[in-house]
């Protein structure tokens, strides 16, 4: 069994199958921070996705994309956590 | 709210995120990135300041308010635009330095229009973000 | 896959049409960005979609030796995205000045009988 | 021609705006234009007379077929002699009944206008052009019935007139145009050589219609004569000039223009002597029902107008020298009239007849000009009047067969009317007692009374002369429109005979009438009974109705729910698609062309599906944000597996971006607006789902389509060669397309701006615009 | 051949704005840089004019790239007049600004965004990229929301609210058209695509995608059905941008469904009668609402749609003899639409209202400038021999060849109502006396004579403009006739562009 | 020998983010969620970067891995941080297990000084 | 200590130069040749922080690896079964490290491993307050922490 077919036959599947976990917890929640949990994980798992994608295709240049990710993505929950903390003050 | 590790944090994720910040904007005519991407993460790298220092102390750093950026960013692209014209060429055609620079490359007006479209949108994204959030908190 | 998208495709602009008959400012928003998303994959996907050749010339070389996706659909989709940030943001501005005079996120508040006129 | 068509214009033009600088008591002098303008086209009596037709030719808009062409013929020079001879009568009488008002400049600029606009629309011999002057008269009434524009039944007068004849200009417009179209010319001499053809068009009635609607709004026919009585508001001098001696008679001279072109059919006949007929009688039996004097003499008006147009559908060369020479003496005997009441109402304040007598006691000379005026159109021998009712009794008779009887009677019983609705303007102010209060008046200034005389000696010379008027003016005026040559004599006597007899009967029962009818309040009352089954009334429910449906409909259409607008707008383009879609064809799937898919892929396409129905259904607004970032970011995984990066960069950061905005500005938010009506959400959803798969076909049909690809190999090509970079898409965004580029950060700066002063900007209190 | 003067009309309104920028809260200097910059944008596209007047097509490949490789710039006849309309349209606002706009709304940034709203313009019109074209739609768009919220009152983000979404819709529309039309050509030049539109194999294709062109273009023009935005938001605005927004919004719609549906995609037969029916309904919705409106602007805004139709009809009539009309109508549109509006403002200054109840008495108290006022009023009754006369010759004779009777009566009923409520608006505001309470009006009489200059010479320009075109109707008819040429065989145009 | 070295430490990645899946589908409450899977991603996902380190077995592409495995370790914990303290202010409800709170006495305390001041 | 990293790193610049290739395994023996050259050099010197706080790191950054997965396995083991184990807990924890980075760089290390999660820091950054989730006893859980990670940190930071 070549490397490309473990990839695409196992690491794919597992990431994807993450992804469709963690979206079931964004999808019930229950609270909000819930939800951005899952979204946070969401982007991380896309990072692995995009690692492997790069690895599968390739294609380094992919590798830029996932370093945009990791540099910025926790800014969106950060937003959140302003938020909320801002709404709970009020 | 206020938070001592993301502030501390944001002491060296600042000149980091800006850091990138240019090497995407040098790069853009190679690879992925470029003025826009470039200047989206500059301004994130000042939105995470202001998240963490409060937007005050995020304006005190910049030392000028965002919006002068945009004059400024649409200048150096409108020029740069502009410049061929003063060679005979239609707007907009590239005019090259004939030896590449170290680092960067080869030099040409594409890359002062990139430089300008990353002036423009650290100035459009900041004077946005902090315009609201220095008049609604 | 392109079956697939364009089902995609279809579900953004009925859900960004959807969003946008209902009354509530914020869902207006919402569905102009869903539509937003829907108009730029339709050019990706008639840009005519290709696996894992971004359109960047290799190291070496001075043109494209291998296939490479089409880089056209790509730019003007960045544009496109670019736009509708701007757009996307004054508009949401708007909406919290419209709710601060009105006081509610109900698009049926925002109708001052003529006489009020100017 | 053009000259005189011009200093009118440029006296009106200067006049208008710099007239108050002109510092005069009386305006009397102003008369001074008509009267050389009269004088020299006295000139051209022998030119015509000879049988020449002088013509001027001046190119304006000639893509258009649009030129100043003139032409003088008989017509004409009767038309511009009424216009230009009663005009200096009128100029001189206004000059001292304006005396003192102020605007007085503006008054004659707008009678200047109104005057050289009427000399274009009988010289002109292109139809456009004829349109044009049409419009100015119109115009320039309506700036005179509204020239006190202070008083709003004045107002009202004046926008109902041009209502009226503004609709019926826009008919004429169109009827012109169209047969310009047929004909391929605009011009009346070769219309009138193409005659024969546009009366074989198909499109001949609708001409016909149109144009006739136009002559008859303006010539104030039944049912458009409502805006006449209406017209008295403006100051007499107009009164007696555009409303009864020249402006209504446009669209008499336009049938009259116009009948060698479209005329000589039955729809011609039918139509014009319908219309009369019913205008003539209708008009003069409400003439007789009226106490003011303007309003008896504005219906006396209509009803002449409404025999011309009969004589002129009668079409017989007796019946167009009949007309054209009651043209004269109703002008001559109208506008003296008018002038009459006008000094009358000048110097006493009043116009009901019931409280005016004896007026000859201290208006002799008024007198005098009324009554002359009166028996003149009561067709009294040795007048002109009676002239003209000997020619017209002569055209009824002669007409074909059974109708003769007919036409006559009517006729008979519309001149009836008409003499006592003369001797009550004309005479019966004068005679009787004097009031009291009424002792001490003076004669006016002997600019306003020597014009009515001189009008009414006019009517008597010509009475007792008539083969001077028949021979110069009649006899060219009635061969312009006949083909053929006619012989026009007008005698004083032309023997016992049925006519002579018919004259006599009409005068003799009219004196009568005259004395039987005691117009009075009772009367007045009578005749608004049937006002609601009036034209005027009923064109008022139509405006009224028109309202209501247009409000209505606005209301509808445009109310003020953003929601109902964009559903329209979706549901129109869903039906054109749906049309343009069925209409295509079937759709095919050529699944060689389509790629296939990996897992992360499926799974990140449902994941997007998923979250886009979660941003649709939640109810919490900060899920629907979350949400919708989950969307955001998927379509921008979708960017990394289909090679392109950049967008992804930009997607995530953008989207990312936008997560903070909506942070930002939603949390002092109300809530969530959460309106549910299924049965609206039902629909909606339908109408949305519709749009997806059209357009999810759409897409499908044109994924069949061959991929061209010359424009982006030509990029990937020349990317790094003449470009000088290797990321394609960099490359294009900042060279092969950086104009795109350029202008989005404009965008972008624009919508900064934007926000910024959206939050800072507060307009203070004063500042209003 | 390729030619930089094409794009300075863009360029220097560019330049201006971003010196404004430089120049952020000195409201004198950006007056004058205003001016400065709309009289050098008037004299360049004067010079572009006569250059394409005399000399025929110019073109720009911009970055120097052939087309259709890169984005070309064409300056046919259609566009060159466009662009002096345009740059007429601004002078006369830009110095009515001056005065007419309140000094907060300068320091936040109206003049900057004022010249990129005419630079969006003017590239709308010169750009021969479909999807730049797009871009400059964006311009447009975003510049005439900042305009249209430019001081936050309530009535002006009602309707800003509503313009938003509806465009932004367009805008959408707009975009999936260009997306489909990559999809099945491959290329984004006007001028290719012309050439390569006929070869697509579905050419059923080509009519589903010009439906989403007709809905796009058709939103921005205010077309019925889609023409809510325009009503809605028109009266909210300060004068001086509602005149840019009436005289030159809707137009570059209009413009867009010319330019595509003669160049890019010559429309099926139904596309053709859906246009003959969108114009009909048009001009009757625009004369419904012009009749109950109360309100000066509002009553101005269905005029607007109301005489949209005329010009829509025109399209929809497609034939050689209706383009020329169309485009005499937009000529003389431009122009007194503009004005319309700077004559509203005008009132406001002069009494602080716009409710037609509220006014009066301004004939008697501004004899000069109510005569000012009704020239422009009677041009665009079409009044002969003023501006909106001579088109209607053209479109009535175009409708009678095709026998198209519906919109005959249309045309007829439409230019009654504007005739009707034209005068009515001239009774009630000019000839009424004015109110017993009047409201508190504006001190126009206490400006210096510079400012009350600044206010009337605009309305001066423009009404001298009609005035211009209805006694010069041969040279427009002249020039509209050659630009319905130009619509009518696009070969010169795809010549001067792809060479070939 | 690489080959089997990449696929153990993509195996290890993969099940890491897995049972962070697990963990934030399965967790009771919302800080064992948060517990689990910020650090399970993030070693999942280093994991992974690591493979694409070995795999491409460049300088350029093994310092942009390095670096994205800096900024995760940098950013995640912060952002998990963040937003726990976030959901504790908002009361985010803990599980019934959830047996010592310290801080739950500390944020009493102040509360009462914040409400002692007021009045 | 600096001056001395900052050599290293030339070093291997240099080498990477000398061989011409630009391989990271190229790069690695670089820096240990480097890391050598400069230890031989050195030896007579004062300052010899560097030599041994760069071996330490290396080692704490395999403890931290080895320390993450076990705890990965941990909870992995415990999703994985039906039955809950864990029980969870807030504590306060009376740090040793002082400045900024130090306090970030612990808090960091322990958010990082699972169990353990920051939730806030006392007004007087003296003390963490953390989440744990499988709290037997507090006392041994804050030596645990004290004397592996934040020693071990305090060590190389110190
Ligand atoms: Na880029
Ligand atoms: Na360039």
């Not at chain 5, 009539?317 to 020329?324: C, I, P």
């Amino acid at each position: 069994m070549s490397l490309d077919l473990y990839f695409d036959y196992i690491i794919f599947p597992i990431l994807s199958a993450s992804v469709a976990l963690t979206f079931i917890r964004l999808l019930k929640g229950p609270g909000i921070v819930d939800r951005v949990v899952a979204l946070d994980l969401i982007i991380t798992i896309g990072i692995a996705l995009i690692t492997v994608y790069s690895i599968r295709s390739e294609e380094p240049v992919f590798l830029d994309i996932a370093m945009i990710f990791a540099l910025i993505a926790f800014l969106g929950t950060i937003a959140f956590a302003f938020y909320l903390d801002k709404r709970e003050r009020k | 709210m206020k938070s001592t590790i993301l502030q501390a944090a944001s002491r060296y994720l600042l000149p980091i995120l800006l850091l990138f910040s240019i090497f995407l904007l040098l790069r853009g005519h190679y690879y992925p990135g470029g003025g826009f991407v470039g200047g989206l993460v500059a301004s994130i790298a000042f939105v995470l300041h202001s998240f963490a220092h409060g937007t005050d102390n995020t304006m005190k750093i910049l030392r000028y308010k965002p919006l002068s950026l945009i004059p400024a960013g649409l200048g150096i692209a409108a020029l740069s635009m502009f410049l061929p014209v003063l060679f005979g060429q239609p707007v907009m055609t590239g005019l090259w330095i004939n030896q590449p620079l170290p680092v960067i490359g080869m030099v040409g007006t594409a890359l002062f229009f990139d430089l300008g479209v990353y002036l423009v949108v650290v100035g459009v994204v900041l004077t946005i973000l902090f315009t609201i959030s220095l008049n609604t908190h | 896959m392109e079956l697939l998208l364009i089902f995609l495709i279809g579900i953004l602009y009925a859900a960004g049409i959807y969003l946008m008959l209902r009354r509530s400012m914020v869902r207006l928003l919402l569905g102009i960005m869903l539509l937003g998303n829907g108009c730029n994959l339709l050019i990706f996907l008639l840009g005519n979609i290709t696996k894992g050749k971004p359109p960047v010339i290799a190291e070496h070389a001075k043109t494209f030796t291998d296939i490479y996706a089409d880089p056209v659909p790509q730019a003007l989709i960045l544009t496109a995205i670019v736009i509708s940030f701007g757009l996307t943001s004054f508009a949401i501005v708007l909406l919290k000045r419209v709710y601060l005079l009105v006081n509610t996120d109900d698009l049926d508040g925002l109708n001052t009988p003529e006489e009020e006129d100017l | 021609m053009l000259l005189t068509i011009l200093s009118g214009f440029l006296a009106s033009i200067l006049l208008i705006p710099f007239g108050r600088y002109l510092r005069f008591e009386r305006g009397g002098f102003m008369a001074l234009l008509p009267a050389l303008l009269f004088l020299y086209l006295l000139s051209y009596i022998p030119v015509i007379g000879r049988g020449e037709v002088p013509f001027e030719h001046y190119e304006w808009v000639p893509s258009l077929a649009v030129n100043l062409d003139f032409k003088m013929d008989g017509l004409s020079l009767l038309f511009s002699l009424l216009i230009t001879g009663i005009g200096t009568l009128i100029f001189l009488y206004a000059g001292s009944y304006m005396k003192g008002q102020a605007y007085a400049d503006r008054f004659y600029g707008f009678l200047y206008l109104f005057m050289a606009s009427m000399l274009g629309l009988v010289l002109s011999d292109n139809i456009l052009l004829i349109f044009i002057f049409w419009e100015l008269t119109s115009i320039s009434s309506f700036f005179l019935i509204g020239f006190n524009n202070t008083d709003p039944a004045s107002r009202k007068s004046a926008l109902t007139a041009l209502a009226v004849t503004g609709l019926g200009g826009f008919f004429l417009l169109t009827g012109m145009i169209l047969m310009g179209n047929i004909a391929g010319t605009n011009s009346i001499s070769k219309l009138t050589e193409l005659a024969a053809a546009i009366r074989a068009d198909n499109l001949y009635p609708l001409i016909l219609s149109l144009v006739v609607a136009g002559a008859f709004t303006k010539s104030a026919q039944f049912p458009f004569h409502f805006w006449l009585p209406g017209a008295m508001k403006a100051p007499t001098p107009v009164s007696a000039y555009l409303h009864s001696a020249t402006m209504v008679k446009a669209g008499v001279f336009l049938l009259a223009r116009l009948s060698p072109v479209l005329g000589d059919t039955t729809a011609w006949s039918y139509t014009l002597m319908t219309a009369g007929g019913v205008t003539m009688l209708y008009a003069a039996v409400h003439s007789l029902l009226r106490t003011d004097l303007k309003g008896i003499l504005a219906y006396s008006t209509i009803s002449a107008l409404g025999v011309l147009t009969f004589l002129i559908g009668l079409g017989t060369p007796e019946a167009l020298t009949a007309a054209v020479t009651f043209t004269v003496v109703h002008a001559l005997y109208k506008a003296s009239l008018f002038l009459t009441t006008g000094i009358i109402d000048h110097e006493t304040g009043t116009r009901d007849i019931s409280g005016l007598s004896g007026l000859r006691k201290v208006l002799l000379p008024v007198f005098f000009a009324g009554i002359l005026s009166a028996l003149s159109s009561a067709g009294m021998p040795l007048l002109f009047g009676f002239v003209s009712k000997d020619l017209i009794y002569e055209a009824t008779l002669h007409a074909e067969g059974q109708f003769a009887v007919f036409f006559t009677s009517i006729m008979v019983l519309t001149n009836l009317c008409l003499v006592a609705a003369g001797f009550m303007a004309g005479i019966r102010p004068f005679t009787g007692a004097l009031p009291p209060e009424y002792s001490g008046l003076h004669l006016p200034h002997w600019q306003m009374w020597v014009p009515p005389l001189l009008l009414a000696i006019c009517g008597l010379f010509f009475g007792v002369l008539p083969a001077i008027a028949g021979g110069s003016i009649v006899s060219p005026a009635v061969n312009a429109m006949t083909p053929e040559e006619t012989e026009v004599h007008l005698k004083v006597w032309h023997g016992f005979n049925t006519v002579l007899a018919l004259s006599v009967a009409t005068l003799a029962a009219g004196t009568g009438l005259y004395f039987l009818n005691k117009p009075g309040i009772r009367k007045l009352r009578f005749a608004e009974r049937f006002e609601n089954l009036s034209p005027a009334a009923f064109s008022g429910r139509i405006t009224a109705g028109f309202t209501r449906f247009s409000s209505w409909y606005t209301n509808i259409m445009h109310n003020g729910f953003l929601r109902s607008y964009i559903l329209k707008i979706i549901i129109f383009a869903e039906i054109l698609l749906a049309w343009e879609l069925l209409g295509g064809g079937p759709v095919y799937i050529n699944f060689d062309r389509l790629s296939s898919a990996g897992i992360y892929e499926i799974v990140n396409i449902l994941i997007l599906i998923l979250a886009v129905v979660l941003t649709v259904t939640t109810s919490s607004r900060l899920t629907a944000v979350v949400a919708m970032s989950v969307v955001g970011y998927g379509i921008c995984l979708m960017f990394v597996y289909y090679s392109a990066p950049d967008l992804a960069m930009t997607q995530f950061t953008i989207d990312t971006l936008t997560v903070v905005l909506f942070v930002f500005v939603l949390f002092n938010l109300p809530p969530f607006l959460n309106v549910a009506n299924k049965k609206i959400m039902t629909r909606d959803a339908v109408v949305a789902l519709a749009f997806g798969s059209i357009l999810s076909i759409t897409a499908l049909k044109a994924l069949q389509e061959p991929t061209e690809t010359t424009v982006s190999k030509f990029y990937s090509d020349f990317a790094y060669t003449l470009a000088k970079g290797k990321n394609v898409v960099n490359v294009i965004l900042v060279d092969f397309r950086g104009f795109d580029t350029m202008f989005e950060i404009v965008v972008l700066s624009i919508a900064a701006l934007g926000v910024y002063s959206l939050i800072k900007l507060k307009l203070r209190p004063s500042e209003k615009e | 051949m390729t030619d930089n003067q094409i794009i300075t009309p863009v360029i220097v309104h560019l330049f201006t704005a971003i010196l404004q920028l430089v120049f952020w809260r000195k409201t004198v200097t950006q007056r004058i840089l205003s001016i400065t910059g709309c009289l050098i944008g008037f004299a360049l596209s004067l010079n572009l004019f006569t250059k394409v007047l005399q000399g025929g097509i110019l073109t720009m490949n911009a970055a120097n790239w052939q087309p259709p490789f890169g984005i070309v710039f064409v300056a046919d006849l259609l566009s060159s007049t466009l662009v002096l309309l345009t740059s007429v349209s601004a002078l006369a606002v830009c110095i009515f600004s001056a005065t007419g706009i309140a000094r907060s709304r300068m320091l936040y940034g109206y003049f900057p965004i004022f010249h990129f709203l005419v630079m969006g313009l003017n590239g709308a019109f010169l750009t021969g990229d479909i999807f730049n074209q797009y871009v400059w739609f964006e311009v447009i768009i975003i510049a005439s929301f900042v305009l249209l919220t430019l001081g936050g009152r309530k009535a002006q983000l009602e309707g800003a609210v509503k313009y938003m979404a509806l465009n932004i819709l367009a805008s959408t529309f707009f975009l999936t058209g260009i997306a489909l039309l990559y999809g099945i050509t491959g290329t984004l030049n006007m001028a290719d695509l012309s050439q390569k539109v006929p070869l697509v194999k579905d050419q059923s294709m080509v009519n589903l995608i010009s439906v989403f062109f007709l809905t796009g273009f058709g939103i921005k023009a205010a077309v019925f059905p889609l023409y809510f935005w325009l009503p809605s938001s028109y009266h909210t605005p300060p004068s001086a941008v509602a005149a840019i927004f009436g005289g030159l919004l809707t137009k570059v719609g209009l413009y867009a469904l010319f330019r595509f549906f003669t160049l890019v995609i010559v429309p099926d037969n139904t596309i053709r009668i859906i246009l003959m029916g969108m114009a009909v309904l048009t001009i009757l919705t625009g004369a419904f609402g012009a009749i109950i409106k109360n309100n000066i602007r509002r009553l101005f805004s269905y005029l607007i749609v109301c005489h949209i139709g005329f010009i829509i009809g025109g399209l929809g009539t497609y034939s050689k003899v209706a383009f020329a009309g169309a485009i005499f109508y937009l000529i003389h549109d431009i122009m007194v639409k503009t004005n319309m509006f700077l004559i509203a403002g005008l009132i406001r200054q002069l009494r602080g209202t716009m409710d037609m109840d509220r006014l009066g008495g301004l004939y008697a108290g501004y004899p000069k400038i109510s005569l000012l006022i009704a020239i422009v009023l009677f041009s665009l009754t079409g009044v002969p021999p003023l501006s909106g006369f001579w088109p209607k010759i053209l479109l009535f004779s175009a409708a009678f060849d095709t026998s198209n009777y519906a919109f005959i009566g249309s045309l007829v009923l439409g230019s009654f109502i504007t005739l009707y409520v034209v005068a009515r608006m001239w009774s009630k505001v000019f000839w009424k006396s004015a109110p017993e309470d009047p409201p508190p009006a504006n001190n126009f009489d206490l400006l210096s004579p510079l400012k009350k200059t600044s206010l009337v010479l605009p309305v001066c320009i423009l009404a001298s403009s009609s005035l211009f075109i209805g006694l010069n109707a041969e040279f427009i008819a002249r020039v509209a006739d050659t630009i319905s040429n130009e619509m009518i065989d696009t070969t010169p145009y795809i010549k001067a562009v792809l060479g070939k | 020998m690489t080959d089997i070295l990449i696929a153990i430490i993509s195996t290890i990645g993969a099940l890491a983010i897995l049972v962070a899946s697990i963990g934030i589908l399965r967790m009771p409450d919302f800080y064992l969620r948060l517990s689990v899977t910020v650090k399970a991603g993030t070693l999942g996902t280093g994991c992974l970067l690591a493979c694409a380190a070995f795999m491409f077995d460049d300088v350029s592409v093994t310092t942009k891995t390095i670096s994205i495995v800096f900024f995760l370790i940098l950013t995640n914990p912060i952002g998990a941080h963040l937003i726990a303290k976030t959901a504790y202010h908002t009361k985010v409800e803990k599980w019934k297990g959830t047996h010592i709170d310290d801080l739950e006495s500390i944020n009493e305390k102040t509360e009462t000084e914040a409400m002692d001041k007021q009045e | 200590m600096v001056r001395n990293l900052l050599m290293n790193i030339l070093l291997s610049f240099i080498w990477v130069a000398l061989t011409g290739s630009l391989y990271y395994s190229n790069f690695v023996f670089g820096f240990l040749a480097g890391f050598f050259i400069l230890w031989v050099m050195n030896r007579n010197e004062t300052d010899q922080r560097y030599f041994t706080k760069a071996p330490k790191t290396i080692g704490f950054i395999f403890y931290f690896l080895y320390e993450m997965i076990m705890a990965n396995i941990q909870v992995a083991y415990d999703l994985i079964t039906p039955k809950y184990f864990f029980k969870p807990g807030i504590v306060r924890y009376p740090m040793e490290a002082r400045s900024d980075i130090e306090i970030n760089l612990l808090s960091t290390i322990i958010s990082l491993t699972p169990g353990t999660l920051i939730m806030d820091i006392s007004e007087d950054k003296k003390s963490l307050y953390i989440h744990v989730m499988y709290l037997k006893d507090k006392d041994t859980f804050i030596a645990q922490i004290r004397n592996g990670f934040e020693k071990r940190l305090l060590e190389i930071m110190r």
